[in-house]
């Protein structure tokens, strides 16, 4: 069994519509991130986390340490937020990241 | 832009050769970290180096290795190139030990084909 499990793998939504991604962990964290990977291959950092909730512009990202799962949400999905999105994790005593196979997201106008 | 730079963008090269992939990290970060991105494996974390000090280890083949200079930045020796070591590898930096309060930046990626 995999330490960062996602779901789900595909997702593909109408524009405007409200997503969820999903990602559990197994292991005690540090730090729980989610990453954007656009088709061209960078990889692009949109949240660290540790406990609780932070928003950047449509997207809001969640943990539940005591549940380890972490969720991803993005408001008024657009196009351009067609993409591949990574959960990774950082162990305690270690800065490695541990990804998650990722969740590949298709916005159809 | 992450601030993290990589070199060179691609890199053909053939069965048995040895490539040298560059990364240069944001200024100020003094962790480096390697990642290997292949289709079958997704992304695997390689090395990490920590001011000039390999700091961690994952799977890292032995005919890979790594450094880091003292002006920081980080070079990723490949070497007796296999075809399934065709893959992206990305650099990224820290600002710290990384760990709770340190983002890590990732640089834009090399694309090694390996034919």
């Not at chain 1, 997702?11 to 964290?29: D, H, R, W």
């Not at chain 1, 291959?41 to 609780?52: A, K, N, Q, T, Y």
């Amino acid at each position: 069994k995999n330490e960062v499990e996602q779901s789900p793998q595909n997702l593909t939504a109408q524009e405007g519509e409200f997503i969820t991604i999903n990602c559990s962990y197994s292991v005690e964290i540090s730090a729980l991130h989610w990453l954007q990977q656009h088709p061209g291959g960078g990889i692009v950092s949109l949240f660290m986390l540790s406990s609780g909730k932070k928003k950047h512009g449509r997207l809001i990202a969640t943990i539940n340490i005591q549940e380890k799962h972490s969720s991803l949400h993005i408001t008024a999905s657009h196009p351009r937020d067609s993409a591949v999105y990574i959960c990774a994790v950082t162990d305690f005593g270690n800065e490695k990241l541990t990804f998650g196979t990722g969740t590949r997201l298709t916005i159809i106008p | 832009d992450s601030g993290v730079t990589q070199t060179p963008k691609h890199l053909i090269t053939a069965t048995g050769q040895r490539v040298t992939l560059r990364c240069s990290p944001r200024s100020g970060d003094l962790s480096v970290y390697w990642y290997q991105q292949s289709l079958d494996q997704g992304l695997q974390f390689l090395i990490q180096y920590y001011n000039g000090e390999e700091r961690a280890k994952g799977n890292i083949l032995e005919r890979f290795s790594a450094q880091q200079f003292p002006d920081l930045h980080s070079e990723l020796n490949l070497s007796s190139l296999e075809l399934g070591d065709s893959a992206l590898y990305f650099c990224a930096s820290s600002g710290g030990l990384g760990g709770k309060y340190n983002e890590q930046f990732f640089g834009p990626g090399t694309r090694l084909t390996v034919l």
